[in-house]
T-cell receptor
Framework: DTAVSQTPKYLVTQMGNDKSIKCEQN?????MYWYKQDSKKFLKIMFS???????INETVPNRFSPKSPDKAHLNLHINSLELGDSAVYFC?????????????FGAGTRLSVL | SQQGEEDPQALSIQEGENATMNCSYK?????LQWYRQNSGRGLVHLIL?????REKHSGRLRVTLDTSKKSSSLLITASRAADTASYFC?????????????FGKGTHLIIQP
């Protein structure tokens, strides 16, 4: 079984549309994250959720909203998509604070905004 | 400012040779981690070294940490074609709390058969 799974793997959409990316982890972890990897492979943290509470938000546009229905899921909803949103988005999870623990990553969702 | 700057950005070596990648960071850390990313895939954790450790081994991997120089190195010995991937160092701040990792831009390693 995949530990951290995200869907879809590929997402191609027009500018201005609203889309969601789903993430689920079956590791029993209590913290989940979303990262964005740009075309130069630079990874940047977007959000993290601990016990359904948002704990960091790295100044991403408010068009991006994480939604966590339960501890095992952290979905990413994006409104009014822009060209610059094209990137690979990774979900990850860890048990407890990342300062002490490693993170487990999903396979990524490649978003292309046309 | 950016934590975790890897050096070199790209490295191409022959199979069987050793590969060394370096990472520098700017602030105090709790630990430093190395991850591997194969093309089109997610990141896979390789090794974690705590700020009070100087060296750590895992199979063919050897990681060193010099907190006085704010730098780390990853050595892969006896490289194999399957080691071809991008390697990232990531730091966790010593401020604690549930925070995300800060990644560098990675070293793209190519192992030529």
């Amino acid at each position: 079984d995949t530990a951290v799974s995200q869907t879809p793997k590929y997402l191609v959409t027009q500018m201005g549309n609203d889309k969601s990316i789903k993430c689920e982890q079956n590791l029993g972890h209590d913290t989940m994250y979303w990262y964005k990897q740009d075309s130069k492979k630079f990874l940047k943290i977007m959000f993290s959720y601990n016990n359904k509470e948002l704990i960091i938000n790295e100044t991403v546009p408010n068009r991006f909203s994480p939604k966590s229905p339960d501890k095992a899921h952290l979905n990413l909803h994006i409104n009014s998509l822009e060209l610059g949103d094209s990137a690979v988005y990774f979900c990850a999870s860890s048990q407890g604070p990342v300062a002490k623990n490693i993170q487990y990553f999903g396979a990524g969702t490649r978003l292309s905004v046309l | 400012s950016q934590q975790g700057e890897e050096d070199p950005q790209a490295l191409s070596i022959q199979e069987g040779e050793n590969a060394t990648m370096n990472c520098s960071y700017k602030t105090s850390i709790n630990n430093l981690q190395w991850y591997r990313q194969n093309s089109g895939r997610g990141l896979v954790h390789l090794i974690l070294i705590r700020s009070n450790e100087r060296e750590k081994h895992s199979g063919r991997l050897r990681v060193t940490l010099d907190t006085s120089k704010k730098s780390s190195s990853l050595l892969i010995t006896a490289s194999r074609a399957a080691d071809t991937a991008s390697y990232f160092c990531a730091t966790a701040y010593s401020g604690g709390g549930a925070d995300g990792l800060t990644f560098g831009k990675g070293t793209h390693l190519i192992i030529q058969p």
